[in-house]
Structure formats: structure tokens, C-alpha cells
């Protein structure tokens, strides 16, 4: 059968799938079989486990596709990834056989002649290399029918995950309905009433500003922080990629495998060990936001347990093309609550503050209640503006939902929205009306967005439908390697 396939070229632009296609490339036929059975099962769909060894070798795949540091495979977050996407894949094959999709050759044809990579495994003359075809057959472990199969069975899934993803919504004017919406405009006056006009009526006593420290001694801790000594290996841009390549891998092996010392790799590799005081978790102070310490996964690894209580190197850390770097802690100095004379300014600050906020709050509600008596009462509000939702101006978050939710039969109305930290804020809403024209662009785009979130919902719908309907079953958390879970 695949003599006759092999006729016709244009069907030959299978070949690069194989090395192009993140789906095949990642997941692969294979991983809907079950040949690990004696590994660790992590999750059943349908009765049919996902091992630690899958993810495991998958996750070492996906790292070699992308040109990634290979001890990316040894983090948990990256490994957990790999293992949704494997259930992602799953689920989505067990819908596909479930529900007996098939591929016909023109529609599996016509989807593969779009890879323009294909010309490269045309030779000079226009005939095809199906030498290296069938090589890059075996060096991925696959014969030609697995191949194919696995082909038709992606595109599958591309179709069923596409039909569901343009799911319309029920009517039209449900969309036009929302963008008139937010095309209604409401014209507005407002009133603040911030703490910063009523600090000058505070004087907080020295009772006041112990009781208040006493009370919130979290509030003047000094954040921990760490002391460190770090080492960098930059690629030289004389240097052969093959050369730096092999030297990565000998600055990530001996920093990880000799952990209590960055010695062994610095001497190895002729680095020098550079020290770094006052790292916090935000990272080091007064540094180049392209300082190995201003990185926030440098950064985070010292402060998981290996380094900080352990003392251990952190494992090397690729900051940026040609650069990696490893740390570790030398000295930890715990957060701790500082003296009241250090923060008695801080502290009589934070008390005036909120005793202002207080008073703010308090003369906005009495405001608001005169209002309710005397709707017709526009003192002490600002000019006048018109909002919506497309053109809010300055209003954001609670005070734009409250403000448009003003109904046509009751105004003037007045809104009061709370500023925490700040005050409260009135409004006054006395017209309602829709714009002159309409703008036809942003209705479009406005449609197009609710159209997504209506084909995202639908999506998720989906594959919980699918989820329940394939039995997926949590066996075991996934642990890192170095646990010996699936090694």
C-alpha cells in the first residue's frame, strides 16, 4: 500500500511531520500504548495508565525538540506540564475513537501539503529522498505504517478540537446586545473625599502608635535575606557552538553533582566565584536588570529549601542565550521585627493615614445621606463628563461596574465606591444615552472576542464531557526523578 503512496509526491510531505509537528514530535504514537506497565501508573483514561517513565521520557523529548537545558527535565513544574499535555492527548484520542472519526486520503493529503519543509527532503532533480525518509523513520523508532496511522490520528483530534472551537453563539444579537452595552454612555460628576485632605485633623498619641505597633509588628519586619556567592559561564563569540555546548554541560553536571561547593566547576572551567550580600526574594538591590541575581528562577532557587537550608548549588540556570549561572547561599539572615525607634516615623505615618481614612469615609456617608434627602443637590461635585464602557475615562474596576449599572428610571442617582487606602469616592449619574454613530470596526472586534469566549467555554465544556467519559483517574502525584518515582 505505502509503495503506491510513495508515487505520488505530493503525499510526501508527510516526511517532515515527523520532525516539525509538536504533536507527533512530543507525544508520538507510542504514548497511547501501554508498554511501561510495570512503571509507576500516575493517571488511568479508560482503564489505561500514563506512567511516570512516559512523562519522564517525554518530558527528555520535548527538551531535546526546543534546544533546552536538559536538567529542565528534573523540574517538577515542567515535568507536571508535560503530564497535562499527555492527558490533554489522551482524552482527546479516547473522543476520537469513541466517536469512530476517520480521515479520508484527500483531507490528509491536502493538510500536509501546507509544510514547506517538505523541500528539503526533495533531491536537485525533483525526486524524492526516500532513503532519508525511511532513516528518519527509524531514528524515532517508527515504521512507515505507525507513521501514517499516527498522522490520520492527529489530524483527527485537529478537526474534532476545531469543530468545537468554532461553535457560534445561539444569536447573532446577543452580540450586538452586549456592544450596545458598552457603547452606553452615562454622563457623571464626581466627589472624592481622600484621607490626604483630613491628615491635618489627626495627632495620633504615643499610646496610640505603641498599641497600633504592638498590634501589627508584621508590618515592620525586615524581609529575610540571603548572602551569596555565584559563578557565570558566558559563550565565547569566538568560540565553536559544539565547544560552549560541551562546557554547559560539565558547568551543570559539576555544580550539580559536587553541590556543596561551586569550587570544583569554577576551577574546572577557569570561572571566578563572585559574592553578592543582601539578596532578597525580589532579588539583589541596585543591580542591571541583566544581573544573574536580578533573575527571578536564580532568584527563587535560593530560596527553595536544597539552598537554603541545605546549602547546597543551585542547579545551572540559563538567563539568557550563551549564559548560564549557578549560586548558592553562604550566609541566611532570617526577617525580623525592627525596634520601634527604627519605625516610629513609619508607624505614626501608617496611623495618621488610616485615622484620616476614618474621617474621609465618614463624611462621605453623611454626604451621601444628605443627597438621598435632596437629589436635585449638586454642590460640591466637579464637571460634568460623559463615560462607558468602551470610553470609561477614569473610572476602573468596581466604581465603572457600579456606575453603568445606574438604571434609566432612577435619576439622578448617586454611587458611593469605596478607595481603600485612599477614601470613598460619590458619583452622580443624571443622563443616559446611546452614542450618535456606531462604530462598525469596534463592533466587529468586539464580536470576534465574545465569539472566542464563547468557543473557549464551549471547549472546556467539552473536555470535561470527555474527562468524566474516559473515567480519568488520579493514581499517584507526580514526584521529581530524583525521588525514584518511575526511574
Do not use: C
Request: charged share 25%; hydrophobic share 40%.
Amino acid at each position: 500500500m505505502f509503495d503506491t503512496i510513495r508515487k505520488h509526491q505530493k503525499l510526501m510531505q508527510l516526511a517532515l511531520m515527523l520532525v516539525i509537528v509538536p504533536s507527533f514530535a512530543f507525544f508520538g504514537i507510542s504514548s497511547y500504548s501501554s508498554f511501561m506497565d510495570k512503571e509507576t501508573d500516575l493517571v488511568k483514561i479508560n482503564g489505561k495508565p500514563i506512567t511516570a517513565q512516559e512523562v519522564d521520557n517525554a518530558a527528555k523529548r520535548q527538551a531535546e525538540r526546543v534546544g533546552g537545558n536538559p536538567q529542565i527535565t528534573q523540574s517538577l513544574p515542567f515535568r507536571q506540564a508535560i503530564l497535562n499535555e499527555l492527558l490533554q492527548q489522551r482524552i482527546l484520542g479516547f473522543a476520537v475513537t469513541d466517536l469512530r472519526l476517520q480521515v479520508g486520503k484527500d483531507a490528509l493529503v491536502k493538510s500536509l501539503q501546507n509544510i514547506p519543509q517538505i523541500r528539503a527532503l526533495y533531491k536537485e532533480d525533483g525526486s524524492f529522498d526516500d532513503a532519508r525518509f525511511k532513516q528518519l523513520l527509524v531514528n524515532n523508532g517508527l515504521n512507515e505504517e505507525q507513521f501514517y496511522a499516527s498522522q490520520a490520528f492527529d489530524l483527527k483530534i485537529a478537526q474534532l478540537v476545531n469543530s468545537v472551537a468554532r461553535t457560534e453563539l445561539a444569536s447573532p444579537k446577543i452580540s450586538e446586545i452586549i456592544s450596545t452595552l458598552y457603547e452606553t454612555e452615562r454622563q457623571i460628576q464626581t466627589m472624592p473625599f481622600e484621607a490626604k485632605a483630613y491628615l491635618p485633623k489627626v495627632n495620633p498619641t504615643q499610646e496610640e502608635l505603641q498599641a497600633f505597633y504592638q498590634a501589627n509588628a508584621k508590618l515592620f519586619e525586615s524581609p529575610e535575606f540571603v548572602d551569596v556567592e555565584y559563578i557565570v559561564l558566558k559563550a565565547d563569540p569566538k568560540e565553536e557552538a559544539k565547544v560552549f555546548s560541551e562546557k554547559a554541560d560539565q558547568f551543570a553536571n559539576l555544580t550539580y553533582d559536587q553541590s556543596d561547593s561551586l569550587k570544583p566547576a569554577a576551577d574546572k572551567l577557569k570561572l571566578s566565584i563572585q559574592n553578592q550580600k543582601g539578596v532578597t526574594r525580589s532579588g539583589a538591590s541596585g543591580v542591571s536588570r541583566d544581573h544573574p541575581l536580578a533573575n527571578p528562577k536564580v532568584v527563587q532557587a535560593l530560596f527553595g529549601d536544597e539552598a537554603l537550608k541545605n546549602k547546597r548549588n543551585i542547579e545551572a540556570v540559563q538567563i539568557s542565550p550563551g549564559v548560564f549561572v549557578s549560586a548558592r547561599v553562604v550566609v541566611f539572615h532570617p526577617a525580623q521585627i525592627l525596634p520601634f525607634a527604627e519605625v516610629s516615623s513609619e508607624v505614626r505615618r501608617q496611623v495618621s493615614q488610616r485615622s484620616a481614612e476614618k474621617l474621609a469615609i465618614a463624611a462621605a456617608a453623611e454626604r451621601y445621606t444628605e443627597l438621598q434627602k435632596d437629589p436635585k443637590s449638586t454642590s460640591g461635585f466637579g464637571a460634568a463628563v460623559w463615560v462607558s464602557r468602551n470610553k470609561p475615562a477614569n473610572l476602573v474596576g468596581s466604581a465603572l461596574d457600579d456606575v453603568m449599572s445606574v438604571s434609566q428610571d432612577k435619576l439622578p442617582a448617586y454611587v458611593s465606591v469605596a478607595n481603600p487606602g485612599i477614601g470613598t469616592t460619590l458619583y452622580r449619574v443624571d443622563q443616559i444615552r446611546q452614542p450618535a454613530g456606531v462604530d462598525a470596526k469596534v463592533h466587529k472586534a468586539q464580536s470576534q472576542q465574545i465569539q472566542a469566549l464563547a468557543a473557549q467555554a464551549e471547549l472546556a465544556g467539552f473536555m470535561a464531557f470527555w474527562r468524566d467519559s474516559a473515567k480519568v483517574k488520579t493514581i499517584n502525584s507526580l514526584r521529581p526523578p530524583s525521588t525514584g518515582a518511575g526511574s
